[in-house]
């Protein structure tokens, strides 16, 4: 499994794409939870590079009738992970990525203040790739190296934080299988 690091909020080495979709987290808030999210744009559809154009406000509205849908979102994530296990974070983690949406978890709403949010390229009901789990272990374990308060049990679903409005990452997201490739790479 890949060793990544972050540097200054960075993960090392993933490909940069910087979203307009983030402003500073609160002065008293500190990194202390990750959110997996799954995402497809079209709905159901892989590799097609649109959820770049999402998190960066360039979404191509003729491409999709969805498209016209969502074309006025702001939103982002920290980082996506493609089905190759192929990384790309558009915000640092130090900053506030807009992912969690109207939100709670332990207690405390305004997710996005204190979390890290990672989308997996797929759907609830299809399964997520091997390399997917990979890149995912080695970038949780990296968060945790650069975030001590980020521990297995402040890792959750978008589910779990907004459970009246989102479902994923899914039925299809193997949890067990995430936590032991997760342990192996904190050793």
């Not at 990750?34 to 406000?57: K, S």
């Not at 402040?154 to 997760?182: C, N, Q």
Request: charged share 20%.
């Amino acid at each position: 499994m890949q060793m990544l690091s972050i540097d200054n909020g960075w993960l090392v080495p993933a490909r940069r794409l910087v979203s307009p979709n983030q402003d500073a987290r609160p002065a008293d808030a500190s990194v202390d939870t990750l959110v997996v999210h799954g995402i497809t744009l079209p709905p159901g559809r892989f590799g097609h590079g649109q959820v770049d154009a999402l998190f960066t406000n360039t979404l191509d509205v003729s491409r999709a009738a969805f498209y016209r849908e969502i074309a006025h979102l702001r939103v982002s994530a920290h980082v996506l992970i493609e089905r190759t296990g192929a990384i790309t974070q558009y915000v640092g983690f130090d900053d506030r990525a807009w992912h969690a949406g109207q939100s709670c978890f332990d207690g405390r709403t305004r997710v996005n203040d204190f979390a890290v949010g990672i989308e997996l390229e797929g759907t609830d009901d299809c399964p997520y790739t091997p390399a997917q789990y990979r890149a995912l272990a080695a970038t949780g374990a990296a968060l945790m190296r650069a975030y001590p308060m980020l521990t297995r049990a402040r890792m959750v679903g978008h589910s779990d934080i907004a459970p009246e409005r989102k479902t994923d990452p899914g039925p299809a997201f193997d949890w067990a299988l995430y936590f032991d490739l997760l342990e192996r790479a904190c050793i």
